[in-house]
């Protein structure tokens, strides 16, 4: 069956004839959208736009302890600022969302606040100091607040929750370069603290084995070949002064020590008897005198003396009193040398104690000066980090590091944010034109009814007699293009009003970025 081609004269008659179907729905979507459009309170937005400045001082010369990304510090930041006890102060300040109290909850209001905070990054293709690459890095951010019908509010939350974002970055910078010198000063105290011990130890240490420790080993080794020289020095003085005491006393033995003076004057007297009797004979009484003396001494000599039975004899025999004197002589030298030589043999056995020691001692002093040292050198390291963490909180506290600085200040808003009423109308109209549409055309389709020769000449059980063209007066011809031309006026007014809300409602993103671009540029 061959279909039917409408043409514009088919459409202007059923709109004609299909009139209050479009017209109805039409200006129910209209008045409905404009009921809305009136109804919804103004969304005023204040936004403000901070750069993140990088570092004065280049960091080859100062290195800072604040380690972290600016976009992880800033999302640190922003759930800080976040947190329900700081919204919650904000909302009391400025008794923000009063209409909602009696509605919603605490936490159901801080979570609306929440969703009004806008934080967005503004990123660049940049390339990498480190690796030569290119990467994407954030070099500022926009912090906005949306609200309703009071701007001037709107812009005192928006100034409030920015001034929040900077301090909160000081504040974050200079806790962590703070507790980087403080985390480096107390370990580098406990190091301290170990290296005064192990010092003390070391010191303890050696006066323990004063004469054992490995520095003095070349000193004993030199004093044991001392002492085993000395020694041997001392043992030949012995055997030679041990021969000399034997060859004494063999002739102190054979030497008498009294000299024997009554033998002596006996002898002389006999010598003189025997001169006499050699005049005299033995009647004469000097002769006879001369023999009783004689018989006299010789019974005395052969009497024991009471005194020498109590009473030691005093020598009196140079010979004797000389070899006498020799002997004490070599004999005390013996017993100096002796001695001597035992305390030779003591320092000896010391020595070679305190040799025998040495390579124990040297281990446990060199484990205790390997652990002094590496304390030291960990000391001096954490000295140079502690040095570099304070010339680091310097920099923030002066701030030279890197800092959030404030561009583009919230400004209250002239007009509101939201909702675009235009385009909200533009948008009813295009519904209500499209639902009125719809509505004629289900009614024309579901519509039985024969209103033109071609559903009579396809129609087998409607014969046609004959056809009465058209007459068209020049009234209704004049009535006709009029419409037409109406129709087409209104079809591109709705044209042109449409381009004109999406013009406006992209103008508006690409204001805010020409103005970030030309503060950062």
Known sequence: MEEKSFSVNDLLEVLKRRKWSFVAPFLLALIITATVTIMLPPIYKSTATILIEEQEIPQNYVMTTVTSFAEQRLQMINQRIMSATRLQEIIDRFNLYADLKDKESREEIIDRMREDIHLQPVDVDVIDQRTGRPTTATIAFTLSYEGKNDPAKVQQVANILTSFYLEENLKVRKKQVTEASEFFAEEMNKVKNTLVELEGGIADFKKRHMEALPELLPMMTQKQMNVDLSLERLGEQLHSLRERESTLLADLVVTPSLHDYQKDEIEDMKIRLAQLQTVYTDTYPEVQKLKNTIADLEQQKAKPSRAGLYAAETPDNPAFISLSSQLASVQSEI????????????????????????????????????????????????????????????????????????????????????????????????????????????????????????????????????????????????????????????SVVVLIMGATAIQLFVMDYQVMWIKLMRHLG
């Open 335 to 490: 017993k100096s040398l002796q001695a001597q030589y035992a305390q030779l043999e003591a320092a000896k056995i010391v020595t070679d104690k305190n040799i025998a020691a040495v390579p124990a001692n040297e281990r446990d002093y060199q484990s205790l000066d390997n652990e002094r040292r590496n304390n030291q050198r960990k000391y001096d390291d954490l000295m140079g980090k502690l040095q570099e963490a304070k010339v680091a909180q310097g920099l923030e506290n002066d701030q030279k590091g890197e800092r959030f600085t404030l561009i583009d200040p919230p400004i209250t808003p002239e007009k509101p944010y939201k909702p675009n009423r235009l385009l909200i109308l533009l948008v009813g109209l295009v519904l209500g034109v499209g639902a009125g549409i719809g509505i004629v055309a289900l009614n024309e389709v579901s519509d039985d009814s024969i209103r033109d020769t071609f559903r009579i000449h396809h129609n087998p059980l409607l014969p046609v007699l004959a056809v009465i063209p058209e007459i068209v007066s020049p009234s209704e011809a004049l009535l006709l293009s009029r419409r037409k031309k109406a129709v087409l006026g209104v």
